[in-house]
């Protein structure tokens, strides 16, 4: 079993930045992939971005998302971090960390990020 654990969220206002943190410990093994996962209310959750464990990355650069969200993994801590700068009202949602790999596919309990206008 994989446990996640997100932090980081929280209320800005438009234009600010927030640092989100996804912590895995359990059964961790080599050969994994991390990430985050966004989900508004009343809508599907989406990709925002992963990383391998070999630091290969996939992002969304849908025009809602892109040059403003980034990926990055501290794989000695089994960490990942998602830097958002320049937000708007559109990014609110819970944000979600996943964990997949040998061990199966897991998913945090979500942080919430609001953004007001």
């Known amino acids: 079993q994989v446990q996640l654990v997100e932090s980081g969220g929280g209320l800005v206002h438009a234009g600010g930045s927030l640092r989100l943190s996804c912590a895995a410990s359990?059964?961790?093994?080599?050969?994994?992939?991390m990430g985050w996962y966004r989900q508004a209310p009343g809508k599907q959750r989406q990709l925002v971005a992963v990383?391998?464990?070999?630091?290969?990355?996939?992002?969304n650069y849908a025009d809602s998302m892109k040059g403003r969200f980034t990926i990055s993994r501290a794989n000695a801590k089994d960490t990942v971090y998602l830097q958002m700068n320049s937000l708007k009202p559109e990014d609110t949602a819970v944000y979600y960390c996943?964990?997949?790999?040998?061990?199966?596919?897991?998913w945090g309990q979500g942080t919430q990020v609001t953004v007001s206008s």
């Open positions: 996943r964990w997949t790999g040998g061990r199966g596919d897991y």
């Open positions: 359990g059964s961790i093994f080599s050969g994994n992939t």
């Open positions: 990383i391998t464990s070999g630091g290969s990355i996939t992002t």
